[in-house]
Structures are given as structure tokens and as C-alpha cells.
């Protein structure tokens, strides 16, 4: 296994740090699924107040529970996720991470028993800096005691962000020591970084190196139960799409952030349009909602196999924008088996639904549909469009701010192969030098 010895910041100051392995934990080979605290439930602590919903042990195991009886666990939504504000003000006697005593009274270990009763896995949060970003410890200089603590209660998923660390230097060489100390735990800890986030704007996030040591990576900002932020994620993914799409894959992820689905503030095309576009953008879905008081509708389009499916998609090719026509985006990203999935999104927010031409002759990957091709609609709803050729004209309906997701499987007597698929950028010579073992 590849060691790294020193790491080159472009500033031009060696940050010299001790020889580390990269991740093998064998995890994440599809993006991964399930439920997070944080845009819901932020830092809700008052359990005086507020006991249903303050972050507690008594949140978590419920929605554990619902996950099960809901039917969440068998559409394949495992991770039950505490973020930030679950820990105590200070370490504890020994230098290790402790929960708050009042909120987790049984204890993290605990906790992951239960919600390992229910097959589920249980994800937690920490910090790469002095202290987390609500003010709680930090991991700075604890990178092997933190990562033992993990392993010794059971954790199953790490998101690590990166709030209050003393140099923006240090990022690299701090993400880098935990997923060596994970590694060295001997435990399958799914490793969740920030780290092409907070270094993106002091110069460009190395994927290569981002990959090597991260299941998955935020981008961007956090997602707000809004259209404004759920577009700007949309626009920031298409604007650094050449850079961020070659390190996708099985094994690691870019990470858009949560799926606000069942909440306040998006209307039900717009909920569409984040569930076709994650699974378009091969994004790891988890959801922050509260499942205990979830509509139909939202539960519905979350628990879609169609959709879940592109989502999950074995192949792990991440989707990328290839056209824009007036207010229209298409996307196309390829599945295993020689199909495509294709998402065309409507930008505008006037008026009544847009009609969108469709001819795959058009289209990157037209050869898709030579000779033929079997055309599936799976949202807004399931259709069988039938047999198509690449001279086939469809006319779709598009609602403002909606997004139609279809795919498409060629009818052809010849297997087909990636070089039916040309894409706008060199595609597969970016893909190149990608170790498939990560």
C-alpha cells in the first residue's frame, strides 16, 4: 500500500507530517444512504423544552425505529447520523471525547447497540479543528484518540468537519492523520470529509489525494431547506463539474449535502428536482427530516426504487451536465448494463410547464438509441415510452423548477461499451490512474 511521506502545499511550505496509508475500508462502493440530524434538528440542546426533538439519544433511537417499521431500512436508507452538539462541554479525564451525560445518559456505545439491533449503522460527527463548529471539542492533536473512541463504541460513519482549525495548511495533514487513524483502528468506519470545502478557497481541492483518503467530500456549503440553496448546489456541481467527476466512483463520493425532502421549504417539483438531480449526480442520500411526521408524498418520492436505483447504480459513473437550451439543463449520466439516465431540468420560475423536444440524435450519447432504444419515464411519474430510435422526437411537459428523469437501454444485438458515450471533456483520460481498489 502507497505511503505519503510529505505533502506539498502550493503556498510552497512543506507541512511535513508521519507516513499514513491510504483508506481501505472497502466501504461506501455505492453512494451511501440514510438519515442525518443536522439541517432539521440542528442544535436543538433544550430537552427542558423541547424534549421530542432536542438532540438526544431518545431522537436517534426513534428514528432508528421508524426507519425499520417505515419501510426506509428495506428501501435501503442504513445510516442513522448524529451531527454536531451531541458531545459534552469538555474531554474527559482520560483526553477522550464523552457525550453530553443529561441528553446520552446510556452512552454512545450503547446507542450504536441499539441501532445495530434494528440492522442499521450508526454515523457520528467530529471536528478536524480546535472545536467544533457550535463551540464543542475539537479533534486537533487527538486524531488517534478520537478515532479509538469511534472504533471502541461501535461507530459505523465519521463526518469530519472543519470548523476553528488554527491554518488552513493544516487541513490536509489534519484530514489525512484521522483516515490513517481510523485505518489502524482495525474497524469499517465510513470516513465523510469537508475537506475540499474549507480548502477550496485558498487554492484547488487535490481530488487525487481527496479520494485516496475520503469515502466521501463536501464541495460546497451546507443545504438549507430552500430552492435558492438546493439551485445553487445544482449550478456549483455544472461549474467544477471537469474537476469533481473524474474522482467519483465506487469507494468515494462527492457529497452535495442532505436531501431536504418532507420539510418546509421546497414545493413538490422542486422536492423532484433534488431527488432526480442526487441520483443523477451518483450523491449520497441522506436525508434530514423528521421521519416520525412525514407527508405521503415526500416519503413517497424518497422510498422510490426507480429512482433509488439510478442512485445505486453498481457502475458508479457519476452524471454530468452536457446540454443547456433556453431555460432547459440536460444531464445525462451512464448506468451499468449500457443504459443512460438523463435528467432535464426546467430553470424557470414563471409561467406554466415548458415543453422540452426530445431527439437522442441531439444528445453526447446518441448512440444510446441506435438502433433502437427502450425510453422509461420515472419522474414525475412512471411511464413506458416504448421503442425509440435516435431520430425519435418525444415532446415532454416540464414544470417550472421541475425535473423530468428517464432512462434509456439500447436494443441492439452487440454489447455495447463506454466509447458510446462521448462526453463534452475527456472523460475516461481523467478517470485515468484512479487505483479501482479505493
Known amino acids: 500500500m502507497a505511503r505519503l511521506a510529505v505533502l506539498l502545499l502550493s503556498v510552497g511550505v512543506c507541512a511535513l507530517i508521519q507516513p499514513v496509508r491510504l483508506l481501505d475500508n472497502g466501504l ?53 447520523c448524529i451531527d454536531d452538539c451531541w ?29 445495530h439491533s434494528k440492522g442499521l449503522k450508526l454515523g457520528i460527527y467530529a471536528d478536524v479543528g480546535l472545536k467544533t ?50 485505518n489502524q483502528t482495525g474497524r469499517k468506519i465510513l470516513y465523510s470529509c469537508e475537506w475540499p470545502l474549507y480548502e477550496s478557497s485558498h487554492q484547488k481541492p487535490n481530488y487525487t489525494a481527496i479520494r485516496q483518503y475520503c469515502n466521501q467530500w463536501r464541495n460546497f456549503e451546507d443545504v438549507f431547506d430552500s430552492w435558492r440553496t438546493v439551485q445553487q448546489i445544482i449550478d456549483l456541481t455544472s461549474g467544477i463539474q471537469k474537476q469533481i467527476v473524474p474522482a467519483a466512483g465506487p469507494g468515494g463520493w462527492n457529497d452535495p449535502d442532505m436531501l431536504v425532502i418532507g420539510n418546509f421549504g421546497l414545493s413538490k417539483d422542486q422536492q423532484q428536482t433534488q431527488m432526480a438531480m442526487w441520483a443523477i449526480m451518483a450523491a449520497p442520500l441522506m436525508m434530514s427530516n423528521d421521519l416520525r411526521d412525514i407527508d405521503p408524498q415526500s416519503k413517497e ?20 451536465q452536457t446540454m443547456k437550451a433556453n431555460s432547459f439543463e440536460v444531464w445525462e449520466r451512464p448506468l451499468s448494463g449500457g443504459k443512460m439516465a438523463y435528467a432535464v431540468l426546467n430553470r424557470r420560475e414563471i409561467g406554466g410547464p415548458g415543453f422540452f423536444p426530445f431527439t437522442a440524435a441531439v444528445l453526447p ?57 462521448v462526453w463534452p471533456m475527456d472523460f475516461e483520460k481523467q478517470k485515468k490512474g484512479r487505483d479501482p481498489n479505493l
Request: proline residues 7%; aromatic residues 12%; hydrophobic residues 35%.
Open 28 to 80: 461506501a462502493l455505492t453512494p451511501p444512504m440514510g438519515w442525518l440530524h443536522w439541517e432539521r434538528f440542528v442544535c436543538n440542546v433544550d430537552c427542558g423544552s423541547d424534549p421530542e426533538n432536542c438532540i438526544s439519544e431518545k431522537l436517534f433511537m426513534q428514528m432508528a425505529d421508524v426507519m425499520v417499521e417505515e419501510g426506509w431500512k428495506e428501501a435501503g436508507y442504513e445510516y442513522v
Open 87 to 115: 458531545l459534552a462541554p469538555s474531554r474527559d479525564a482520560q483526553g477522550r471525547l464523552q457525550p453530553d451525560p443529561k441528553r446520552f445518559p446510556s452512552g454512545i456505545k450503547q446507542l450504536a447497540r441499539y441501532i
Open 133 to 182: 463548529c457550535e463551540g464543542y471539542p475539537g479533534s486537533y492533536g487527538h486524531y488517534d484518540i478520537d478515532a479509538k473512541t469511534f472504533a471502541e463504541w461501535e461507530v459505523d460513519l465519521l463526518k469530519y468537519d472543519g470548523c476553528n482549525m488554527p491554518n488552513w495548511t493544516l487541513y490536509a495533514e489534519g484530514y489525512i492523520n484521522m483516515s490513517r487513524a481510523l
Open 301 to 320: 418520492l424518497l422510498q422510490n426504487r426507480r429512482v433509488i436505483a439510478i442512485n445505486q447504480d453498481p457502475l458508479g459513473m457519476q452524471g454530468y
Open 365 to 421: 450519447s446518441k448512440k444510446i438509441c441506435f438502433p433502437q432504444c427502450n425510453v422509461t419515464q420515472v419522474l414525475p411519474k412512471y411511464q413506458e415510452l416504448g421503442v425509440q430510435t435516435s431520430d425519435s422526437k418525444l415532446t415532454f411537459l416540464v414544470n417550472p423548477t421541475g425535473t423530468l428523469l428517464f432512462t434509456a437501454t439500447p436494443v441492439t444485438s452487440r454489447p455495447s461499451t463506454q466509447q458510446d458515450w
